[in-house]
């Protein structure tokens, strides 16, 4: 092969998706592609689905409005920073995931491009009457973009009111996360010229930096305590290796997890806060990925073998812890399929493999995308159908639920835990322009629709949980301008003419990153 290797491959696909390849990357991806059928093949299919997508969407947009070159410069922006959060990652290795991500991207570039005042979307609820809800006083911050495509950070409360812009500065401010005990807000902006890891009262005041280098710092985490902050800092925030870092919530005390740049990706604190999961990709001779488990004073171990040697490519998506030193993993590997495409996995923090009492670690091997796992059971997608299994403890009965039931063509889905863990939430959009809304529970046995079926309006991923899973917070847009919805679930699985609560009324071009503040 020339130049580069599978993995990049498809690395500056992604990116080329997103429009952030570069000149050089270019050439050197049409090179490979050249000699590589598969590549190829992806990228056909990439390309296929993006059309599709477009085609599908812009049918119901004014074909007479267009993004400007200014607007495209700043969506090219936030698709750098998606790619460096939490909420958009492993998900691109799955169909679905794909298209959401692709949703995603062209929702943006049509809604900043053609934002302009409009009436309500149809099926919603404008109205700020007072929840009587014990979230009622939680605030929740969020990333509000204007016209002019200025980020800031806001908060409001849970019924739209005292909305309140805490930046109010002329720099890219995001990535919002509230301490654990909901009085401190971490940030990431550029104010200083760098991308850096900012510390604020959840009122605004105080704001100082914890971060001050010269790398690109972000994707960064609490500890469940409080008193950390583990971050990823590297000095080309797209392509470049960099290493994960924790520090005090202070800024002090900054500490390398990783003996040497790399490609690593946090996973999870465990929930004692005393050990930090984190996987490396690419890393060494060999390119192989391992799993890691570090205490807090850093010096990570491979936890991952000798189970996956020579299972280069894995990547874990998503971590439920059974004890504070026992986990579970989902992964998919789609280079190397020895061990099968996906899989959920035992791990201990100590590495010590007598655990496993002679049995394999590996608790489900599957061919079919894995979206989420619960106490006991794991979500699978089967030819358009969710369907539940077991992975410990009794089997359960097989219970599809063929999600294309509820429209003519599906476009796309997303599927959210509830925190807890016994329940998610589920919206599935439908190409001819409705969307709805599902509660559903952890053995697929009860799925109940939540309202009525929402009517030209899309609901955008990654919808946002209230602490008590009473209440949703969804971002709904009619592609021209993204607002933020409140759904009162108990209201809305009682009352099927139920609709989502509309709590933004600012006009901001568009709005993302919805965070609740934690109970006290």
């Given amino acids: 092969m020339t130049g580069i290797n599978h993995k990049q491959a498809q690395r500056y696909l992604r990116a080329a998706a997103d429009g952030l390849l570069r000149e050089n990357q270019r050439a050197l991806l049409d090179a490979h592609l050249r000699e590589c059928g598969s590549c190829r093949a992806e990228a056909e299919e990439l390309s296929a689905l993006e ?134 807000i971490a940030f990431v902006s ?46 080309d925030y797209l392509f470049d290796d960099g290493n994960l870092m924790i520090m005090n919530a202070d800024g002090s005390n900054k500490t390398p997890l990783t003996s040497e740049p790399g490609k690593y990706k946090f996973l999870s604190w465990s929930p004692d806060g005393q050990h930090i999961v984190f996987q490396s990709s690419d890393s060494g001779e060999g390119k192989v990925t391992h799993l890691f488990v570090a205490n807090l004073n850093g010096g990570g171990a491979v936890i991952d073998g000798p189970f996956f040697e020579g299972d280069a490519g894995r990547q874990h998506q998503q971590v439920y812890w059974k004890t504070p030193t026992q986990f579970v993993t989902i992964s998919s590997n789609f280079e190397q399929t020895t061990w099968g495409k996906w899989n959920i996995t ?27 796992i619960f106490e006991n059971t794991y979500v699978t997608l089967e030819q358009g159908s969710l369907a539940w299994f077991s992975y410990e403890g009794a089997p359960i009965p097989y219970s599809p639920w063929k999600m294309d039931s509820t429209c003519e063509d599906k476009v796309t889905f997303d599927l959210q835990k509830a925190p807890d863990g016994k329940h998610g939430f589920v919206s599935v959009y439908c190409e001819g322009g409705s969307s709805s809304l599902f509660l559903i529970n952890s053995d697929g046995t009860e799925i109940k629709q939540l309202g009525a079926t929402l009517d030209n309006v899309t609901p955008l991923p990654f919808p946002a949980l209230s602490p008590d899973g009473k209440q949703l917070l969804l971002a709904l847009t009619d592609q021209r301008k993204v607002e933020y919805y409140r759904v009162d679930i108990e209201k809305m699985l009682s009352d099927p003419s139920a609709q989502p609560v509309q709590l933004t009324t600012d006009g901001a071009a568009y709005k993302y990153g919805a965070v609740w503040q934690p109970q006290p």
């Fill in 51 to 184: 059309a599709r997508l477009k085609k599908n969407f812009q049918a119901r947009w004014d074909a007479n409005d267009g993004p400007s070159k200014n607007v495209m410069t700043t969506i090219q922006s936030r698709s750098r920073r998606i790619m460096m959060t939490n909420r958009i990652n492993t998900t691109l290795k799955t169909a679905a995931g794909l298209a959401a991500l692709l949703l995603l991207t062209v929702l943006l570039n049509s809604l900043l491009g053609r934002f302009r005042s409009s009436a309500v979307p149809g099926g919603a609820t404008q109205t700020n009457e007072a929840t009587q809800s014990t979230q009622a006083e939680r605030l929740i911050a969020y990333v509000s973009v204007g016209d002019g495509g200025n980020y800031e950070i806001f908060t409001m409360k849970a019924d739209g009111s005292e909305m309140k812009n805490l930046t109010n500065n002329p720099a890219t401010d995001d990535s919002p996360a509230w301490s654990p005990d909901g009085t401190r």
């Fill in 190 to 235: 550029d104010r200083d010229g760098g991308r850096e890891i900012y510390l604020m009262n959840a009122d605004g005041s105080s704001v100082r930096k914890l971060t001050d280098s010269s790398t690109f710092n972000d994707h960064f985490t609490w500890s469940p305590d409080g008193t950390k902050i583990v971050y990823f800092s590297v000095e």
């Fill in 346 to 372: 035992r791990f201990f923090t100590d590495g010590d493999n007598s655990r496993y009492n002679g049995s394999n670690p590996i608790l489900v091997t599957s061919e079919n995308p894995i979206f989420a």
